[in-house]
């Protein structure tokens, strides 16, 4: 039926964290209940996460898999760092699609006890420190005002799961409202490709004016986005276009029912896709 998202720092209590709510609905209801995640994939972490290439296949394919076993009457619990907004925003339409309610579960811990944590695993089990910072580094922490993020359940390393609040929040809420994609032709279809086409464009544009005069490590503001551009290089408009094309062809298949955010989104996906 549901999903739950997992999310937190490597070695942030993640998977003791799934265990324990696998074990309570299997003891409590009668549905089935499906782990997914680095762990069940075999994924070789020092290996994957040190390649983004790797790293990015591996999210895909946790997604797929998602995607084949969230329905109305199984729990799916995605067990990985899902620390990308941009990735825990794809996982939100796949619920919305399903027209299933969703929740997150964020093991918050200090950079300092995921260290001390990672060092008392099996060496064979164990990030390399190196690795570990950087992903620390990169995390981008669920924030409940997005509806992507919410419900959200913050959960410290003492803490005791409130799994009555989690089992409500997936049984007793009705799921989000379905994407425009799953309705039959929208009123609003044309004006929203029209807007989808021209924000993305002015979005381009505002790059590469800037790049005129601005250098790597700068910050570009974009009009009508909150989001801003990290300039880590000098983009050329091939590869902006490319992007542009694949962020469009995906967006067409799951719209959001707000214009506005285009832009923002399409600030957010840049950012993650241009390194």
């Known amino acids: 039926m549901p999903l739950i998202v997992m999310c937190g720092y490597p070695c942030s209590g993640k998977t003791r964290r799934a265990e324990e709510l696998k074990n309570y609905f299997e003891q409590n209801t009668d549905r089935k209940v499906y782990v997914v995640g680095d762990g069940t994939m075999g994924v070789e972490k020092n290996t994957v996460y040190a390649d983004s290439q790797k790293e990015k296949n591996v999210r895909g394919s946790l997604k797929a898999e998602v995607e084949r076993r969230v329905n109305k009457d199984d729990i799916v619990i995605l067990d990985s760092l899902n620390y990308i907004k941009g990735y825990r925003y794809e996982l939100y339409c796949i619920i919305r699609h399903t027209q299933t309610p969703h929740c ?23 990030f390399t420190q190196e690795i570990l910072d950087a992903l620390v580094l990169r995390y981008e922490a669920p924030d409940s005002r997005n509806r992507w993020d919410s419900p959200l359940f913050t959960i410290q390393k003492e803490d005791t799961l409130p799994f009555e609040v989690i089992s409500d929040a997936i049984f007793k809420r009705k799921a989000p409202p379905p994407n425009q994609s799953t309705q039959s032709q929208p009123l609003s279809s044309t004006n929203f490709l029209y807007e989808l086409d021209k924000i993305t464009q002015d979005v381009l544009m505002a790059i590469l004016n800037a790049q005129k005069t601005s250098v790597p490590g700068d910050i570009i503001a974009v ?35 707000n214009i506005g955010q285009i832009a923002n989104m399409f600030v957010q996906y840049l950012n993650k896709s241009l390194h």
């Not at 260290?115 to 064979?124: E, I, K, L, V």
């Not at 009009?223 to 801003?228: N, R, V, W």
């Open 104 to 126: 997150l579960v964020y093991c918050l811990t200090s950079a300092e006890v995921s260290s001390q944590w990672n060092a008392t695993r099996d060496p064979a089990e164990q």
């Open 223 to 257: 009009q009508g986005a909150t989001e801003k551009i990290e300039l880590t290089r000098s983009f050329n408009m091939a590869e902006l276009r490319k992007l542009r094309r694949q962020f469009i062809s995906y967006t067409k298949m799951h719209p959001t029912e």
